[in-house]
């Protein structure tokens, strides 16, 4: 048994260069439950990161009392994290759960029948589009949903109602992965394998603190930097993130940098000629153009901007342009800073300059932040089309109307869809009226929240709300929906390297909750959305079916999924598309030689300026005549918008803790996963600390141009100069303890603990992903501190060590010793079954 | 040669221009890819006026001897609202259309007296002025439905 909460990747498993990466059976079961008496296992995935381990779900008397990874599975090979372990049943398995749709009568939220509910909401939905249109309706859903709801939300929003407003809270996480894949390689769709990190001989992290966003994932690299052959590890981060402490070179930028430095890196490469100038010739077009953007960004000029010596830059470089087979990936510290997709692009380019895409270890991952961002992205639940279609062309819109047996002139493509944050500005501004939220917060997610809280509570915004939990969207909701979720009913989804997964429905939801593919079947139903014959635009009975109309739409198309069907994917390991009937058997990676889905007929998309978004257009785009070679997209370094000054001095950034995830709606209800993290904090450096006379523990008050925080202060590892704060905190718990009864309304509680509360409204202009990672703050004491700050010791939030000369005299500093370390204690031991042994079947 | 007084008709275009994207950018912060994109590009056409000085200073610039027939003096302000927002956009567009031609005079001149130099910043500027006319344009296509058929 191991207390996964203080080893939170689990006992290390070394593996050598091209090894094959050793199975370990990770298993958690409820008190008093005997693995061997379970009455049956069901098939799943994990939905508590965007990593997408398998694993299965213990079934007794028909509750869910357990899970294991399943060993089989080409992602996690019997591993799971942390949050999987304690979090995924238990938090599905809460009193809070929703049971019975809400509806609001006289400003209160009250019980009612699903007929009654559902009645409300066609009922205000048909008299808009009466009188106002389809542009007075909006969606906005999740990274969280399976396939086959997405595709049903997708093809109700733009063959029923027929509004280009929908999006989904990947919008906030890996809008800039799809994007910086689109603009390079003309379609989105993930080059690398998770299997490149058993090859790579170098490891590149962008922003990307994997070992606490997909800490099987890190499992994984730990175990090769363990092993022989030990990989180069390279990282781009401002914390002393864990992977920053195994890194040969620790870039730690200065938040708002990272295109002068991405600029810098391609550079070097260009100067040293470490470029596989073949390749370059025959799949890509933009050298120029390219080489003449980052001329002027010399290491020493980048490395002033950032903060960092250039040296590290050059090495980077070396390490970069010198190893055979280099593996990068990317994630929020990218995503979710200035200049996004222009940074994510800077990755691609450097990986088209050496030649090195989908071979072995030489790979690309532009990293998903959740479970079935992927699907939602590939079935237009992000307001794109689906199948990866392109809007501009209207070969593909017809594509979708024949499909779909509509008139063309129904399906918007008008212009890119509308991102989330433009949703939310026209509910603002009053012409959206009607906004259905499924299975996202959006009340502690989105930037800014004092503003988001006023639009939610607009009394001429109807908004609907889907969730399994009463969130703090949900509160302010005129309707809620009771979801049933993960293990509660069927569906597939894909994670970053396109594999893909059956997740069965184990147990019966709780009450009269109902599988979210149900609500949107009912809704359509209820609509009378039909085709041109006149029969039911949607006339699925089930997941299954939903599953193959979207084969169907997927055929042809970069994420061909013709060849997968619900058999397959039962048993054995997930299967990665696209996945045609010859084989059936998937395709491991993309590009292999070096041919891009760019040509003009084919592509996603056209592509965008990269400083501001302008649409290239088919003209121009094709004018670059790409047919089939990448594109070297470029723009030169701007500043962040919101730059430290006089009443702002620090850098505001914002980020995850590996305990839990999102807004906590799930983890926030697991024992174990609450005891770790349990309440909100911020992190400075010593020397900040120091300079403004602030102790571990004291209480601050954080403040920036649009709200404040009052939070315990961790002093840590983050760079001078940048405060840090984990966004999960929102006020649903904010009454003290937790259980059924306890949750206070969150429009009662302070809202002074959500890191949003301070993030700017402003987004990269390519993949209008929020830039939640640069703001200007300031930070002051409120009251000394009676204990150390609620921050775990086991990740980038560990306790700094405190220089106690430095202390002024009288005065009593908790430093590290006094801070606890992180455990969780028998409560939080699992089992491991190294090499599958000694796990029973 | 009259090439001193299409200098001076850019030059000050770019200014206009310029000071129209301040304007949108402070009249409209409510939406922020208007408001910091529009400071970005009335940087560039800070810019612009910057590279053009080689050639002030080696062809002169001089006043049209004929009289502004088109008035194009920019946004004194900014209009409020979806369908303000539309307009003010549209008229930053006609602004940007009006450099992006009289670079393109400037260009045709430049071959014409094989100047180089010239013609190096004259491919730099207008290339970003296209750019601008492509954002715009692209900002507009996405707003107009909402702001022309159901915007209050």
């Known amino acids: ?55 299965d779900i213990a079934v007794k008397d028909g509750a869910m009392v357990g899970i294991r990874g399943r060993a089989d599975d080409r992602v996690n090979h019997g591993r799971l994290g942390p949050k999987g372990l304690f979090g995924s049943w238990q938090g599905m398995s809460h009193p809070d759960r929703l049971t019975s749709p809400l509806i609001r009568r006289n400003g209160k939220l009250q019980e009612c029948s699903w007929d009654e509910a559902m009645e409300r909401v066609v009922e205000r939905s048909r008299s808009l589009l009466t009188e106002k249109g389809p542009l007075s309706h909006g969606f906005y859903t999740s990274g969280q949903l399976f396939l086959e709801e997405y595709y049903a939300l997708a093809v109700i929003g733009k063959a029923g109602v027929g509004t280009p407003h ?31 990190i058993d090859s790579c001989e170098a490891l590149f992290l962008f922003g990307h603190n994997m070992a606490e966003t997909q800490t099987v994932l890190w499992s994984r690299v730990l175990d090769r930097l363990a092993g022989p052959d030990r990989p180069a590890l390279v990282c781009v981060d401002p914390r002393d993130t864990d992977v920053a402490r195994h890194a040969d070179v620790h870039l730690a930028i200065n938040p708002g940098t990272n295109l002068a430095l991405m600029n810098s890196l391609v550079r070097e490469l260009l100067h040293n000629g470490w470029v596989d100038e073949d390749y370059v010739r025959a799949h890509t077009v933009g050298l120029e153009e390219l080489a003449s953007v980052v001329e002027q960004w010399t290491p020493e000029a980048a490395g002033s901007l950032c903060g960092v010596d250039p040296g590290l830059i050059r090495e980077a470089a070396r390490i970069f342009g010198t190893t055979d087979r280099v593996l990068s990936t990317v994630l929020q510290g990218f995503y979710q800073s200035s200049q996004a997709t222009a940074s994510a692009c800077q990755v691609n380019n450097l990986h088209l300059l050496r030649g090195m895409l989908g071979n072995p270890g030489r790979g690309l991952l532009q990293m998903n932040g959740q479970p079935t961002a992927q699907n939602n992205r590939e079935c237009g639940a992000d307001g794109d089309l689906p199948g990866f279609r392109n809007w501009a062309n209207p070969e593909h819109v017809q594509q979708l109307a024949s499909l779909w047996n509509v008139d063309p002139l129904v399906i918007p493509h008008w212009a890119d869809p509308t991102h989330a944050m433009q949703i939310f500005r026209y509910a603002e501004q009053g012409s959206v009226k009607f906004l259905w939220i499924s299975a996202t917060n959006p009340a502690v997610s989105l930037p800014q929240l004092s503003r988001i809280r006023n639009i939610l509570a607009k009394p001429e915004l109807f908004v609907v709300v889907q969730d399994l939990y009463l969130t703090e969207t949900a509160e302010v909701a005129d309707v809620v929906l009771p979801a049933a979720g993960w293990g509660e009913k069927t569906g597939t989804f894909t994670n970053v390297d396109r594999t893909v997964h059956l997740s069965d429905k184990a147990v019966e939801p709780p009450g009269e909750a109902r599988s979210d593919l149900d609500i949107f079947l009912d809704y359509s139903r209820r609509m009378g959305f039909t085709t041109l014959d006149g029969s039911p635009l949607l006339d699925w009975s089930g997941p299954e079916d939903a599953f193959e109309a979207w084969k169907e739409c997927s055929r042809g198309r970069p994420c061909d999924y013709t060849g997968i069907t619900y058999q397959l994917l039962r048993g054995g390991s997930g299967i990665q598309w696209p996945c045609t009937d010859s084989p059936p058997s998937g395709t491991e990676r993309l590009y292999s030689d ?108 954080v403040v920036s141009r649009r709200g404040e925080l009052q939070v315990p202060l961790r002093i840590g590892d983050v760079r001078a100069g940048t405060v840090f704060a984990p966004f999960h905190y929102g006020y649903w718990d904010a009454a003290a303890g937790l259980g059924a009864g306890s949750t206070v309304s969150a429009s009662s509680a302070p809202h002074t603990t959500a890191a949003n509360e301070l993030t700017i409204t402003e987004w990269d202009p390519v993949s209008k992903q929020p830039v939640f990672k640069n703001a200007a703050v300031r930070i002051e004491k409120i009251s000394d501190g009676d204990r150390p700050a609620p921050a775990p010791t086991t990740t980038a939030s560990r306790p700094a060590v405190v220089d106690h000369q430095a202390v002024p005299p009288g005065r009593a500093v908790p430093g590290e010793r006094a801070v606890p370390p992180t455990l969780g204690g028998a409560d939080a031991e699992a089992e491991e079954f190294i090499g599958g042994e000694g796990e029973p079947a | ?118 013609l190096a910043v004259v491919d730099q500027c207008d290339k970003q002025t296209a750019v601008q006319l492509a954002w715009l344009q692209s900002r507009m296509r996405q707003a107009a439905p909402q702001a022309l058929l159901v915007a209050e």
């Open chain 1, 594 to 701: 070096g041919t891009f889905p760019t040509e003009p007929s084919y592509c996603e998309s056209y592509g965008h300026d990269l400083l501001t978004g302008a649409n290239v257009g088919p003209v121009a785009f094709k004018a670059m005549a790409p047919s089939g070679r990448a594109i070297l997209k470029a723009a030169d370094y701007s500043p962040p918008h919101e730059m430290p000054d006089e009443e702002y001095p620090l850098r505001y950034t914002t980020g995850r803790t590996a305990y839990q995830f999102h807004t906590r709606t799930k983890t926030g209800r697991s024992r174990q996963l609450r005891a770790a993290a349990p309440s909100a904090w911020v992190e400075m450096s010593v020397s900040d600390a120091e300079a403004a006379g602030l102790a571990e523990g004291d209480i601050v008050r």
């Open chain 2, 1 to 118: 040669m009259n090439l001193s007084v299409y200098l001076g008709l850019l030059h000050k275009a770019e200014q206009t221009l310029a000071d129209s994207f301040r304007q949108v950018a402070k009249g409209h912060g409510e939406e922020p890819d208007v408001h910091f994109l529009c400071q970005t590009l009335a940087k560039q056409c800070d810019e612009h006026q910057r590279a053009l000085q080689p050639l002030v200073d080696r062809y002169g610039e001089t006043p049209e001897a004929e009289p502004e027939r088109l008035h194009a003096e920019g946004l004194s302000e900014t209009r409020q609202g979806p369908v303000g927002l539309l307009r003010d956009l549209q008229d930053l567009y006609l602004l940007a259309s009006l450099v992006d031609i009289t670079w393109g005079m400037v260009k045709q001149a430049g071959q014409a007296l094989r100047d180089s130099e010239m």
């Open chain 1, 166 to 196: 929908m999006d989904g809270n990947t919008r906030l996480c890996t809008a800039t992965a799809a994007s910086s894949l689109k603009e390079s390689f003309g379609a989105d769709g993930q080059p690398g394998s998770y299997r490149d």
């Open chain 1, 1 to 55: 048994m191991v207390d996964r909460i203080a080893e939170i990747w689990g006992t290390r498993t070394p593996y050598g260069k091209d090894g094959q990466w050793p199975v370990r059976v990770d298993r958690k079961m409820a008190d008093g439950v005997d693995a061997d008496t379970v009455d049956r296992w069901f098939q799943s995935a994990c939905l508590l990161c965007s990593n997408g381990c398998a694993c």
